[in-house]
């Protein structure tokens, strides 16, 4: 226990003198970084329009109530697509993540160059935002709900296969020792062995990303990939605000009833 | 049971029983999946004179990646990445900050009833809307740039480490909190004491993870006008420079391991 | 039936599991494998059917050399060597059937295992081998409902409708309690009798060992210190095996329980 020597006898420390420095160098280095972001930030703004902001958020919200109700008419044909964008791209995504996670386990995967490739594959996926693969694929494919759902696809990939690759490498190995045991071969080993141990973890991923992937497919008409999204940019381009607002609580119920859908049929199938 | 006379038969068939045991149930929701993936597949709009149109493009983005142009002429890019990852810290921060006093509140064994649901409240809404959409409007209100891309993600992070944090708080073990508070100390020194012990490295874990997102949400931010190295992306593909697009992409990627490195290594530091 | 000859086994720590164990097990021999934890045990009946590979030696089984076996030839060995495991190793979310017909994996092919299609005569030998364990009415129920004496029991008819000509036991009674434990290698025995099999069962508890095997085999740091008959062990002889201690408790306890029975 640390303690410092003085007149009156010891004293008590949380921590040595080293430590102490240690932690006081920490924060300000950290402090001194958080002051310089903050700076670079406040260079690039404009202060008269945040001071002006709450002027501005109330003559929004006054132009945005009541919420034109009779534009639903024209959302229904959006949020199918939305749903359909979201349902389709986690199918898609799921079905690369199977092979892609079997391939970055260790231990069903024991050869390093592959485990690689499919790790890579899992965090070139993970670390570009659905949006952005919307923008690109809307460049090759056109814009439209083929774009979005394959942009949902890749975004989701390496999401489930990480969660999947991970749930794998937590298997009961004696399990699969004893399928081995009796004679099979690899592929027995695979369907008898490890896949009952992972298959309600599959499932719970697949009912979770299908789930976040209804917000995500929601905003990305934003760039021309189909859904309710474009009909949030015309509105948001015309400024019609009745329409976004009403645009907002479709939207608002359609996420509130994925997150009750998924928790009813997670609770179903685990 | 040794006597069994081996004349006895056993059945010769055995099937697996079914996963859904009702039998109408079961053909009820398989034709109902199965109409719906064709309707869903039949609103897919592929148009093939477009997709060939395409082709060449996607050829010339895969192909400009090798090499990718990370020193393009304006500098943008290395502008763009700095002025995303300020915004990704200070948001992170100020996120943080922001969802401690709403994560106390909203944990069930803190809080009073009016100040929990107040609270939950809170995360309920900033969780709905994607960052994306907050962003929109943070940029109607505070003009192009930087700033409002931080405040749209300083909100979408209190949705979620404000709700991460409420439920690690209710998960605590009851009784080390009890036998602080056996002690005579008071509120805040009972949190300080026993709540922030249990949640600490958790919560640090979860912060470098934040930053991570945050980071790739500052990506995209900028498409509608919040700064960071979205606006630097969108205006490459718009002006079809794909190998500058090619370059941020595999500067994103590249970060992004090195945020998940950090916080694989920082969270066994800490505990 | 199941000979080794100076099997050894290297781990990539450096450290010897095996320092070269000759064994001799002939037919219908049920042998028990005694000895302190980390002494092998597990290790030598793995490397018996390779799920550890042996660093030199040779194992045989009926005169077949199963070492340099290639990867198929092996799976074709492995059909004949019934496991039984520590803690069950029963497939948790699979059914007691489907994990009793695992054992004939070797002998489907993928795609007739994958819809679980296996021929009728497996089924009714399924059955028949869950009846004699008093399980047959549990046949749809999932593994993970059962207790733990009834799991180690489907873990035996897995083994049995590999139709065996060895039995490699590892520690079957490791987490059952006393009374079930002893159930448990008593099936095992009558079932090695009625079937003709050769047996090694790994065993911790050296009284079970005494009860129901006809051979014992004491391994110590990788290398038989003993090998003979149950009644031959005497508090020496376990001190050699174990280490210093006062076995005369443990050895008047198998005694007691020769006479219970």
């Known amino acids: 226990m640390p303690t410092n020597q003085t007149s009156g006898g010891e004293i008590w420390k949380q921590r040595t003198d080293k430590e102490q420095w240690i932690r006081w160098f920490f924060w300000l280095i950290s402090l001194s970084v958080i002051a310089y972001a903050w700076q670079m930030i406040s260079e690039k703004t404009i202060w008269f329009f945040v001071t002006d902001a709450p002027n501005q958020a109330a003559d929004i919200a006054a132009r945005m109530v009541p919420p034109k109700w009779s534009y639903i008419d024209q959302l229904w044909k959006p949020v199918w697509d939305t749903i359909n964008i979201a349902t389709l791209g986690t199918l898609i995504a799921m079905v690369i993540a199977g092979p892609v996670a079997f391939a970055a386990a260790r231990n069903t995967t024991p050869n390093i160059v592959v485990r690689t490739a499919a790790l890579f594959i899992i965090v070139s996926s993970r670390s570009v935002n659905s949006l952005i693969w919307a923008l690109i694929l809307v460049f090759i494919l056109g814009p439209g709900v083929l774009a979005g759902t394959i942009a949902i696809g890749l975004r989701s990939v390496g999401f489930c296969a990480k969660l999947i690759y991970e749930s794998i490498e937590e298997i009961d190995h004696t399990q699969v020792e004893a399928i081995e045991a009796t004679g099979a071969n690899g592929a027995q080993k695979m369907i008898f062995g490890i896949l009952p141990q992972v298959l309600p973890t599959i499932a719970g991923v697949a009912i979770y990303r299908w789930d976040i992937n209804i917000r995500e497919s929601t905003i990305l008409g934003l760039v021309g990939a189909g859904g309710i999204g474009l009909q949030l940019n015309g509105s948001l381009n015309t400024l019609a605000w009745t329409q976004v607002s009403m645009i907002l609580l479709v939207i608002l119920v359609t996420v509130f009833i994925s997150e009750w859908v998924s928790a009813k049929v997670r609770g179903a199938i685990i | ?271 | 039936m199941l000979q080794l000859s100076e099997l050894k086994k290297r781990y990539d720590t450096g450290d010897y599991a095996l320092k070269g164990v000759s064994l001799e097990v002939p037919k219908g021999q049920v042998l028990a494998l005694i000895g302190p934890s980390g002494a092998g045990k597990s290790t030598l009946i793995r490397c018996v059917n390779r799920l550890v590979e042996p660093t030199s030696g040779s194992v045989k089984l009926k005169d077949m050399e199963l070492t340099g076996l290639s990867s198929s030839a092996l799976r074709r060995a492995r059909r004949k060597m019934g496991m039984i495991f520590q803690e069950y190793a029963l497939v948790e979310r699979l059914t007691v059937m489907e994990n009793v017909l695992s054992g004939r994996l070797g002998y489907v092919g993928f795609w007739r295992s994958y819809f679980r299609k296996f021929p009728s005569a497996d089924i009714q030998e399924a059955y028949r081998l869950l009846d004699r364990v008093g399980l047959k009415h549990m046949a749809d129920k999932r593994a993970d409902e059962l207790s733990g004496g009834q799991r180690q029991r489907v873990g035996i008819c897995r083994a049995l409708i590999q139709d065996p000509d060895v039995l490699l036991v590892d520690e079957p009674t490791a987490s059952l309690d006393p009374k079930t434990s002893r159930q448990i290698m008593r099936l095992i025995q009558e079932l090695c009798i009625e079937r003709g099999l050769t047996a090694i069962i790994n065993i911790h508890d050296v009284f079970l060992a005494q009860m129901f095997a006809q051979r014992v085999v004491g391994l110590e740091l990788g290398a038989v210190v003993y090998d003979g008959a149950p009644d031959g062990l005497t508090p020496d002889v376990l001190t050699r095996i174990y280490g210093e201690e006062d076995w005369s408790a443990t050895i008047k306890a198998a005694e007691d329980e020769e006479d219970e029975l």
């Not at chain 2, 900033?126 to 931080?150: C, M, N, Q, Y």
């Not at chain 2, 009784?175 to 020194?189: P, R």
Request: net charge positive; with cysteine; proline share 5%.
């Open chain 2, 1 to 271: 049971m040794k006597n069994l006379s081996p004349t006895l038969n056993y059945p010769s068939i055995w099937k697996k029983a079914p996963f859904i045991k009702n039998d109408f149930l079961r053909w009820f929701l398989f034709i109902s999946v199965a109409l719906y993936l064709a309707a869903a597949l039949g609103t897919m709009d592929i148009n093939l004179e477009r997709i060939k149109e395409g082709l060449p493009r996607a050829q010339r983005f895969l192909d400009s990646f090798f090499p990718p142009n990370f020193s393009d002429n304006r500098g943008v890019v290395w502008e763009g990445i700095a002025e995303s990852i300020w915004m990704a810290i200070v948001s992170t921060v100020a996120g943080i900050a922001l969802s401690i006093p709403v994560g106390l509140g909203a944990a069930r064994n803190l809080a009073p009833a009016w100040v929990y649901l107040i609270c939950r409240g809170i995360i309920a809404a900033s969780r709905t809307f994607p960052e994306i959409i907050l962003a929109i409007f943070a940029v109607k209100l505070f003009g192009f740039g930087p700033f409002a891309g931080f405040v749209a993600l300083a909100l979408g992070t209190i949705g979620f480490y404000a709700k991460l944090l409420a439920e690690d708080i209710e998960n605590c073990n009851p009784s080390q909190a009890e036998a602080v508070k056996a002690t005579g100390a008071n509120w805040f020194q009972w949190v300080n004491y026993s709540i922030q012990p249990q949640v600490m490295p958790r919560m640090i874990g979860l912060s470098i993870y934040r930053l991570d997102i945050n980071f790739r949400e500052s990506a995209v931010v900028g498409i509608v006008g919040g700064g960071g190295i979205g606006a630097t992306l969108n205006t490459a593909f718009s002006r079809y420079e794909f190998d500058t697009a090619a370059a941020i992409l595999l500067i994103i990627i590249l970060i992004v391991m090195i945020l998940e490195y950090t916080s694989g290594f920082m969270r066994k530091w800490v505990q």
